[in-house]
Nanobody, 122 residues
Framework: QVQLVESGGGLVQAGGSLRLSCATS????????VGWFRQAPGKEREFVAAIKWLGSTYYTDSVKGRFTISRDNAKNTVYLQMNSLKPEDTAVYYCAAGRSGTYAYADDYDYWGQGTQVTVSS
């Protein structure tokens, strides 16, 4: 059983920064990949970033250069550092874990957190 808990969302001005956290628990072998997705009202859930067991990272083009995914193994926590935030980044952000070797689609993941709201105002 893998459990994920997101935190760190909030309201920020455009150009500001937030760091999201995803605290994980459960059997380590069950999850090869931890990813971040986001979903705005009326839109499909969108891949944001992912990190694999050995540390390889991946980003969607719209956040590359602004967002950084990282991991603290001692704390069993994955982070998403978000800089230079834009209003279009406003969404509910979800942490997900999966055993699949692929990472860019929601169906690649088996476990999901409850989401944390990020709102960027202009």
């Amino acid at each position: 059983q893998v459990q994920l808990v997101e935190s760190g969302g909030g309201l920020v001005q455009a150009g500001g920064s937030l760091r999201l956290s995803c605290a994980t628990s459960g059997r380590p072998f069950a999850s090869n990949t931890v990813g971040w997705f986001r979903q705005a009202p009326g839109k499909e859930r969108e891949f944001v970033a992912a990190i694999k067991w050995l540390g390889s990272t991946y980003y969607t083009d719209s956040v590359k250069g602004r967002f950084t995914i990282s991991r603290d193994n001692a704390k069993n926590t994955v982070y998403l550092q978000m800089n230079s935030l834009k209003p279009e980044d406003t969404a509910v952000y979800y942490c997900a874990a999966g055993r699949s070797g692929t990472y860019a689609y929601a169906d690649d993941y088996d476990y999901w957190g409850q989401g944390t709201q990020v709102t960027v105002s202009s």
